[in-house]
């Protein structure tokens, strides 16, 4: 896994199970892969991971049963969904609206766009 150096590296171990629970690689209540096998996976040591799977239990997407390992929680799925929708609304929108009011795009051009993307 290539790692980008403007975000913490278990932050991005983190965005990348949700994107596998997103998809469908692990579904609410099934186990995901040990600590060991996901470091061995992304190539970073166990610490690393552990914190990333510490983090998504505070954010109860996934849970620990002791001696057989962790699980995505039930309703994990809508929780990033709504995490993700709540960072994208806090911290990407604003600097999109920015960007459209420098660069002097209107929204209904924005809406077409967004209308022929939808069809593809």
């Known amino acids: 896994m290539k790692f980008k150096e403007s975000k913490s590296i278990y932050l ?3 965005d990348r199970i949700c994107d596998e629970i997103l998809q469908g690689q692990y579904r609410e209540g099934e186990r995901i892969p040990s600590v060991r096998e ?3 996976t992304v190539e970073v040591n166990a610490n690393t991971v552990v914190r990333s799977f510490d ?3 505070t954010q109860e997407i996934i849970y620990n049963k002791r001696g057989l390992g962790y699980f995505v929680s039930q309703g994990g799925r809508e929780r990033i969904l709504e995490l ?3 960072v994208f609304l806090r911290d990407e929108l604003p600097e999109f609206f920015r960007q459209l009011k420098n ?3 209107s929204i209904k ?3 077409t766009m967004y209308q022929n993307y939808l069809k593809e």
Do not use: D, M
């Open 38 to 40: 996901y470091a061995t």
């Open 103 to 105: 660069l002097g795009i």
């Open 84 to 86: 993700r929708k709540e």
């Open 12 to 14: 991005q171990i983190a």
């Open 55 to 57: 983090y998504l239990q």
């Open 109 to 111: 051009e924005v809406e």
